[in-house]
């Protein structure tokens, strides 16, 4: 375990764990790199080295005040030359994705083989002219404005759609407190760039072989509007459809992810 200063001198803490191909792990908004745990374990335990950091402002890393979606995107960039790893396999979740899509486009593949979308929230969330499916920007500012009063009572309100009802209440206990470590005011300004940014470019600029992994059951990220236009969007993608699974797919489907995920590894 390590910390990587960035160019802006904000420091990421990193894990490097295991020998092998190596796995980067993204997280998403408001979580830290332990909800991967479980991924990081299992992929060590079959002779992978796993990365894993904490996005800036989040968990035990430095808490900066720019949130646009290039300097996290840059973040990842740090992290690999850092740990100056080659052909690795990018894995994201949610938010985790977006930056990765824009890492591609900004810096390249040279240091990238593949790529992993789980439930990933791009190509473009906001309703516009040129997107007509896309949600209305007055539904985000009503659920920040939750958020400014009570962003605890609102993970709690919205806990059991990010889970399946199959899961345990430690579990989500478990999750639910991991988010609500984040401040109030990042948990904003990551998710206005989140919303706001047209990360369709990005995706059809995606060079690297890329698999998605979506649930029918996703509220946070619908499944027509995010992964089915992401796999459209990114030339050379798999894409595969967990019928039921919801947006943390990575805790209620996470054998299936596994498998999915090594096969997708180790394809040619």
Not at 145 to 153: C, H, L, T, V, Y
Request: glycine share 6%.
């Amino acid at each position: 375990m390590t910390k990587v200063k960035t160019k802006d001198g904000v420091e990421l803490f990193s894990k490097d764990w295991g020998e092998g191909r190596t796995l980067v792990f993204v997280h998403s908004w408001a979580t830290t790199n332990e909800v991967w745990q479980y991924q990081h374990a299992h992929f060590v335990e079959r002779g992978y080295r796993v990365i894993a950091f904490d996005r800036r402002g989040h968990g035990r890393s430095d808490q900066p005040y720019d949130y646009g979606i290039d300097t996290p995107a840059d973040d990842i960039a740090t992290v690999l030359e850092a740990h100056e790893v080659k052909d690795v396999t990018l894995i994201g979740h949610s938010m985790g994705c977006n930056e990765i899509v824009r890492y591609l486009s900004r810096h390249g593949a040279a240091r990238v083989a593949k790529i992993a979308l789980i439930a990933p929230m791009t190509p473009y969330l906001l309703k516009t002219a040129d997107n007509p499916d896309g949600i209305e920007g007055a539904m985000f500012e009503t659920m920040r404005a939750q958020w400014r009063k009570d962003f605890p009572k609102w993970l709690i309100d919205n806990s059991r759609p990010f889970f399946a009802p199959q899961t345990s209440q430690a579990m989500i206990d478990w999750g639910m407190a991991m988010m609500a470590q984040i401040p109030v005011h990042i948990a904003l300004a990551c998710n206005r760039t989140l919303v706001e940014t047209d990360f369709r470019p990005d995706c059809n600029a995606v060079k690297v072989p890329a698999l998605i992994v979506h649930g029918t059951a996703d509220a946070s990220a619908p499944l027509p509007l995010t992964g089915k236009r992401t796999a459209e969007l990114i030339p050379d993608s798999a894409f595969i459809i967990y019928d039921g699974a919801p947006h943390g797919v990575m805790f209620t489907h996470m054998d299936k992810l596994h498998a999915d995920l090594e096969a997708f590894i180790k394809r040619e």
